[in-house]
């Protein structure tokens, strides 16, 4: 079975550009986030979807970020403009979304490098 | 929020020896993670254990929900093992992570 896919694996972008992050979860999870992880931090949750409504997305700075998940399944978040703090590791997970307590699975993350 | 401690932050290894890992956790949670990261960015799902004894292989867990803490296990270590382990917790689908220990496997 296919884990979390996530694409671009890397990008590099000068300040002020927008980017755009992808991620396929796992067939049959229900359940999708976004983490935020900067070096030497563990992961931060930016915002969580049940199928395809934003259920928590308190954490996600509205003023650049933007996600969406249209028809449940695939998701994007989008930063524009970017800025420098934005350099970090962009993860996406999944899972069920059968119990409120689940195993979350996570993408091999984007790499984000702002110039 | 739930606030996730783990120690120690860096660990040094020589290959063959074994080691513990602590999560301490500041409230009563039903869901607790342990995950490699790799040297690559990869998070690994190790164990999924929110209370009791699991093993796999060289690796077990224990968590002691009452007293708030998690121990990893490594036994009998290999290069392959370095990398960053997070301990993971949340009492609803929110995962809070600790800042992680960073283990070095020297051969």
């Known amino acids: 079975e296919a884990g979390v896919v996530q694409s671009p694996r890397y990008k590099i972008i000068e300040k002020k550009q927008p980017v755009a992050f992808w991620c396929n979860p796992i067939?049959?999870?229900?359940?999708l986030y976004w983490y935020l992880q900067n070096l030497g931090q563990g992961p931060e949750l930016l915002i969580r979807?049940?199928?395809?409504?934003?259920?928590?997305d308190s954490q996600l700075p509205k003023d650049r970020f933007s996600a969406e998940r249209l028809k449940g399944v695939d998701s994007t978040l989008k930063i524009q403009p970017a800025e420098l703090g934005d350099s970090a590791v962009y993860l996406c997970?999944?899972?069920?979304?059968?119990?409120?307590?689940?195993?979350?699975?996570f993408g091999p993350g984007t790499r984000l490098l702002v110039l | 929020g739930i606030q996730v401690e783990q120690s120690p932050p860096d660990l040094i290894l020589q290959e063959g020896a074994n080691s513990t890992l602590r999560c301490n956790f500041s409230?009563?949670?039903?869901?607790l993670q342990w995950f490699h990261q790799n040297p690559w960015g990869q998070l690994i799902n190790l164990f999924y254990?929110?209370?009791g004894t699991k093993q796999n292989g060289r690796l077990s867990a224990t968590t002691v929900a009452t007293e708030r803490y998690s121990l990893l296990y490594i036994s009998s270590s290999q290069t392959t093992d370095s990398g960053v382990y997070f301990c993971?917790?949340?009492?609803?689908?929110?995962?809070?992570f600790g800042s992680g220990t960073q283990l070095t496997v020297l051969p």
């Open positions: 997970a999944s899972s069920l979304g059968l119990a409120e307590v689940e195993t979350q699975y």
């Open positions: 067939s049959g999870h229900n359940t």
């Open positions: 979807y049940e199928n395809e409504e934003a259920v928590d």
């Open positions: 409230d009563s949670v039903n869901n």
């Open positions: 254990i929110p209370s």
């Open positions: 993971a917790v949340s009492s609803a689908r929110q995962l809070t």
